[in-house]
């Protein structure tokens, strides 16, 4: 018997069951009172038999077409933040959904963005996730509640949609304390130029460790540039040109830790020995390739992705209520990856 001939008879047949209890498993109906060992029994016959449910009866009967939106703010066509959707689609499908992605310039207008939330709707995805490059506020078009849907790093200005990010303070505090337990007493900061939640939170954090530690945060050399690798190196000179130097540097992303290396080695400094580093993202190709390898801070990107999936299909499904966690913005932790960038002061 051909595959495309199996029925819901053939596999309660094989598993030695009616076919309500097929249907029950197959459709995961949450009030069926089955034994695990009948629904393995059954999950199994399936199997055999080469036996899926019929997803557009499914879609028919439930309303519902296991399509999940995901509009990427550039992050689908960047390696590193890419991981969001790697974990939003392998959360996706463990609960048999897919995912259709939209791709959009973070420069995109609101109109444009509307328009791709509406090419989503009039696919009949179930819910849609919004996702950004870096962890920022966003002004969100107006049809994104048409549906269940979750932020991923990202807020809503308004802040009436669940999200979820990054740690910043406490990624940021790992940081400064791999520098602090090495014996590092000057500690310097590279920061970012652009008004987001990271640049605020990872400075506010710094200066907080030191001052908790007995040093002077507000005091503490702080350089600005853009969060890219030139920026890196020219706040890395002049910062390392002070004549009060510091013997450590803490930097807003790994791109400008690696402006700093190049800094550092024109300055004849090496590292770890004459200069410790430490960098945030733990972007692989930059911090893993360094050398001496960077100590970093992994940002969640993964984790993230899969938290909103596994909580909008929650919400699609009747388990979850989105709008109570809406009240507050999901913080997911950003752990420490030490490598080779950091030693004690000479």
């Not at 034994?35 to 899926?52: H, N």
């Not at 991923?152 to 910043?168: K, Q, W």
């Not at 450590?248 to 020995?273: K, V």
């Not at 190709?285 to 969640?300: D, E, K, Q, R, S």
Request: charged fraction near 20%; aromatic fraction near 4%; charge should be negative.
């Amino acid at each position: 018997m051909s595959s495309k001939n199996i029925g819901i008879k053939d596999v309660a047949v094989a598993a030695g069951v009616s076919v309500t209890t097929v249907s029950h498993v197959l459709n995961e109906v949450s009030y069926a009172r089955i034994s695990e060992e009948t629904r393995d029994k059954v999950r199994t016959a399936a199997e055999q038999l080469g036996y899926g449910p019929n997803r557009l009866a499914q879609a028919l009967r439930t309303q519902r077409t296991g399509m999940l939106g995901l509009v990427s703010e550039e992050i689908a066509t960047t390696p590193h933040a890419g991981r969001i959707i790697l974990g939003a689609d392998e959360a996706a499908k463990a609960r048999g959904y897919n995912l259709m992605i939209i791709n959009t310039p973070g420069s995109a207008s609101l109109e444009s963005r509307q328009a791709d939330v509406q090419a989503l709707l009039e696919r009949r995805v179930d819910g849609i996730l919004y996702a950004t490059m870096y962890h920022r506020n966003v002004e969100l078009p107006a049809n994104l509640g048409s549906v269940p849907s979750v932020l991923v790093d990202s807020v809503a200005i308004g802040g009436n949609i669940t999200a979820v990010v990054p740690d910043e303070d406490g990624g940021a505090r790992a940081a400064v304390g791999a520098l602090l337990d090495a014996g590092h007493t000057k500690v310097g900061f590279i920061n970012n130029t652009d008004d987001v939640p990271a640049t605020r939170q990872r400075l506010q954090a710094f200066r907080a460790m030191l001052t908790e530690t007995g040093l002077d945060g507000d005091a503490a050399p702080v350089e600005s540039e853009v969060s890219e690798v030139h920026g890196g190196y020219e706040a890395a000179k002049r910062i390392l040109s002070r004549a009060d130097r510091p013997t450590a540097l803490f930097c807003y992303n790994d791109r400008m830790a690696m402006g700093a290396y190049r800094a550092a080695s024109e300055l004849g400094l090496s590292i770890p020995h004459d200069l410790s580093v430490v960098g945030f993202d733990d972007q692989e190709l930059i911090a893993a390739n360094l050398y001496p390898g960077l100590t970093t801070v992994a940002l969640p990107h993964y984790e993230m992705g899969a938290w909103a999936t596994e909580h909008l299909i929650d919400a699609i499904e009747g388990k979850d209520d989105l709008s109570l966690m809406a009240l507050h913005p999901t913080i997911l932790g950003c752990p420490l990856v030490s490598r080779d960038s950091v030693a004690a002061p000479r």
